[in-house]
Each structure stands twice: as C-alpha cells, then as structure tokens.
C-alpha cells in the first residue's frame, strides 16, 4: 500500500458512456496528479493540482474533466472518450511546492481503462 | 518541451549479472532524480532517488550515479535477481508553473534465471 488508493481498478465503458475515476491519499500531501500510461509510451502527464488548484493542464482534451473537492480527493470524468483512451489511469501524490523540499511521488496502482 | 530519455528499452540480463539503465534530461534547473520500478498490474514505485548535491547513493544492490554537468544520471543493479524483473523508469523534476515529474519511456528489464 503506497497511501494512494484509486477506484476502481478495471473500467469497460462504451464511447457515449459517463464515468469517473477516482483517487484518494492518506499522505497529508499537498500536490495531486493525473498521468496516462500507455503501452510504449513514456508516462504522460494529464493534470497537475496543487492546494486544490489546478496547476496545469497538458493539453488534454475536454473529454476529459479533472476535479479535486480538496486536497486528499481527486478524480478524473470521462465522456465520450474515443479508442485511443484506453490505457492506465495513474493517480499520483506528493508534498511540493518552491519553498519545501521537493518529495517523491506516490503512485496509486492505477485504473486500467478499455473503451470499446 | 523538456524531456528525459531513457535507454536501453529493454534489457536483458542472466541472474547474478549487474544492469544499467542511462537517462538524460534537458532541463538543467532539475535537482531531483527518482527511479520507480513498475511490477505488473501496479503503480510505479520508489526505489531510489538522488538529489543533484550529490554525485552517487547506494541502497543494497541499487546504485544511482549523477552527472550534472553532462544532464545523465544511470541506474545500476548488482547481483540482480529474479524478482529484479519489472520496468524501470527514471524521472526528473521541472517546476515551471507547477511542480512535476517527467519521466523517462521506460526500461524492461528480463532476469533470466
């Protein structure tokens, strides 16, 4: 257990579908993260949110619509997502900013997602 | 944009034998080098990390050179073993308008018993 819980671990949705994936930490951390990893590919970096603030947004479509209620809860909409999409959802955490340390990031073990 | 490059991306290494995986990074205001190893149907997680006050850190078998002046930091296995198999990422941070890690593409790594 990496303190980074995300629900659910497997997710089958049709491209006209609605869902949501989510992402929990227990670490106290200060700074969220969305990463895509997809086969062969380095991991990609959806969404940065840091205090609750979005912080970046890496050229992601609108098809998918971050949102973070507070600083231990983060989750990823998803509509209409097309094929490509599929890959792992990696939730990250980790204690940042320019006035701290800079801290590892923990991983959550990941949604896999397969849009059909 | 800034990236890391990550080499070999897949190596394979007989059980006893010593691996090592090279990263170079572009941005040359990074200060803070971790390495995740991915197991299947996982997350990445820590192994190791550097932070750029230092040239070299060791943990067990795992060692982690950094080279500042030349942007490449490496990661090396000693006596690896089967359970070494997995794939290994490096990472460097940015902070640009956020603070993020921009990870390499990966190293598969194969411990033939």
């Known amino acids: 257990e990496t303190g980074v819980t995300q629900t659910p671990r497997h997710l089958v949705m049709g491209m006209t579908n609605k869902k949501s994936l989510k992402c929990e930490q227990h670490l106290g951390h200060n700074a969220m993260y969305w990463y895509k990893q997809s086969a062969k590919k380095p991991l990609e970096l959806m969404f940065v949110?840091?205090?609750?603030?979005?912080?970046e947004n890496n050229s992601v479509p609108s098809r998918f619509s971050p949102e973070c209620p507070n600083s231990s809860h983060l989750f990823l909409h998803l509509h209409t997502l097309q094929p490509e999409d599929s890959a792992l959802y990696l939730c990250?955490?980790?204690?940042?900013?320019?006035?701290?340390?800079?801290?590892?990031?923990?991983f959550g073990q990941g949604t896999r997602l397969t849009v059909v | 944009g800034e990236n890391v490059e990550q080499h070999p991306s897949t190596l394979s290494v007989q059980e006893g034998d010593s691996a090592v995986i090279k990263c170079t990074y572009s941005?040359?205001?990074?200060?803070?080098f971790p390495w995740y190893k991915q197991e299947l149907g996982k997350g990445p997680q820590l192994i190791i990390d550097?932070?750029?006050?230092?040239g070299e850190k060791k943990d067990q078998r795992i060692a982690v050179t950094l080279n500042k002046t030349a942007k490449h930091f490496s990661l090396h296995i000693t006596e690896t073993q089967p359970e070494d198999s997995a794939v290994y990422f490096c990472?460097?941070?940015?902070?640009?308008?956020?603070?993020?890690?921009?990870f390499g593409s990966g190293t598969r790594l194969l411990v033939r018993p």
């Open positions: 990472a460097a941070d940015l902070m640009d308008s956020s603070y993020k890690l921009i």
């Open positions: 550097i932070r750029s006050n230092v």
């Open positions: 949110y840091n205090f609750k603030e979005q912080t």
């Open positions: 941005d040359s205001a990074s200060n803070y």
């Open positions: 990250a955490s980790s204690q940042a900013g320019s006035n701290v340390m800079n801290t590892e990031a923990f």
